[in-house]
């Protein structure tokens, strides 16, 4: 505890809503009603469960607790771990409460509690078998720890492993936290607040929590993985919203199959507070688990173990909800997987990386295509599908496969991007896809900086195994070999089926590829640093052959980039970029690419076309295929540049005349 504060703060714990006279049948044998506590979440309140009472079996009582976590964020309360203050709101309802529901920061602060309480009555029991001593006073002997029948966490944050959060975790709960609270204060008050004044409010809000309040709300989250949550023997209903972007719906599905005794309910179109949004709904969940509960709500010892439920996530016509042959409480007719992936936006503010100011403080196209990237990655993860999880827990790598992009203000060293991240997969598409916009602040304006459109496979791993399980809404989107999508892009390249590779002959082969082309070729063994999912060349690696491709161009021409810089202080400048891949290329395969000047427009930029194959069966195959639109640009200060047209002697080297002067 805090040693600032004597006292700790209040815990407020009433009756909200009595009971109704039980039919004798439904009555307890010792006469007292069930009874239920209802626990809020951080810089909640009682009122967040208004609309409970008047929907809920009426034979059940209702109690409410005021936690110092509040939104008033009592001072101090952090000094304690959240179960401590779930141990107290508990003994303050007479009896004890037969179900306990929480919330967000209170359903995880249930949890913990529960994962206490279970934990501390097996020792006890354990050591009284052990030894037979004397009962303490007001307890029989041998009479296990009293805890409820059921509980149900409403929006819970969970993740099954530590190296499931990273700093992009850590990053997006502080930077979007006011975003959160915000969020609450809209379902509450709906459209009677300007929204203006509830931005202001949650600000407010955000000051009262505080950095050790939010700090102990992230510390929980942290903790999830620790929590021996498939011991657990109390039966549990979880409810999450579809469209949760605190707590996604992809956590709480986690979260129920890791707990031994769990019905899982995603309940459409609702976000964190889905008892507000979708009351009627909540309430029949609540309503069917309670009456599954009912019997046991005075419970003598623990719970026998009961059928592990949870929610199916795309059943087949005419299958059974099943999974594995367990029973699935819910078919969730609407997927809760691939939801907010296909809907929801995302922003999140990054920088450049230092590796891509190369010239001056301009970031090349290369580490401007990775922002974009990671942009995209963000997205998959604050929906619930990080890449890690991906692959750890379904065995399907994300592969960018598709990346167009186009740089429309150049990005400086130190800059911060804004990324929007908005979906853009077709309703038949076989790739998912993504419109990525990046905005960085320039001289007092917001300027729109970079257009990127981008898609993704998910590959299934072979390598290590066929996957056991993959979600049947994620099946669309999976593909067993890169490029399955884009085959008819290899028939728009020029045709290589002719080179002559048999006897591995890397010079003939090289003529081939560039013979009656103006173009350069090389040969490269792939490199692991280029790889990903141990074993087959990622989009980044592309990224750079398409970049050391130009380096390899102009120096084969004699308009080396360093010759330009050092001769006229002319730096390249790429305003577009496209890659495609089309096939695998896998680690230590060799990798022959092929750069060509295409077209060069009005003198100021050209247009390049990379190619790339591997040998395989005796034939070259084509794994990727790409442009650039390069420039080139007059350093006129360490700050500032301007568009140059070509003068004879690169337009020559460009045409294919490396001597032109």
Known sequence: MNPAYA???????????????????????????????????????????????????????????????????????????????????????????????GHSFGANALLAWLAKTETEAETETEAEAETETEAEPGKGAGEPARRPAGAVLVSPFYRPREGDFDWATLSYYVNQFDRMLEEGLRVGAGDRLPSELRHQMALKVRDCVGPYGWLSFFTTYLDTPRLPVEDLRTPFLIVAGERDEAAPAAEAERLARALPHADLRVLTGAGHFPMVERAAEFSDAVGGFLGRVRDAARPAGPRAPGPRTTATRCPRPGDPPSLDGVHLMTAAVEPTLTKALLADTTTVRLRPRYEGSNICTWIGFKHVNYLVEEAVLIHFAHCGMPARLLYEEYGLGLDVVGLDSRILHAFHLDDEAEAEVVPDTSPDGDTLGFKVTLRVDRDGSTLKAVTSKVRVSLRADTYLGLPTEIPGELARFTVGRLGAHQRAAAAAAPAAEAAPVAGGDEAAVLAAL???????????NISYPSCHFTERLQMDGYLRLMEEAKDRFVRDRGISIKTLLDERQWIPVVPHSAIDIVDEALMEEDLYTVYTVEEIYKNFTYTSRMDCYVVRDGRLALTATGRIVHGYALIENRRDWHLVPFDRRVLDALGGKPDGS
């Open 7 to 101: 006292e700790e703060p209040p815990v407020a714990v009433r009756r909200i809503r009595p009971a109704a006279a039980p039919a004798a049948s439904a009555a307890p044998a010792d006469g007292a009603p069930a009874r239920m506590l209802l626990l809020h979440g951080l810089a909640g309140g009682v009122s967040v469960w208004e609309g409970l009472g008047a929907l809920t079996d009426p034979a059940w009582e209702l109690w409410a607790a005021d936690l110092p976590w509040n939104g008033f964020a009592l001072p101090g309360w952090w000094g304690r771990p959240p179960a401590h203050w779930v141990e107290r709101a508990v003994a303050a309802v007479p009896g004890g409460p037969d179900v306990i529901v």
């Open 514 to 524: 560039t013979e009656g082309r103006n173009a350069h070729a090389w040969k490269w």
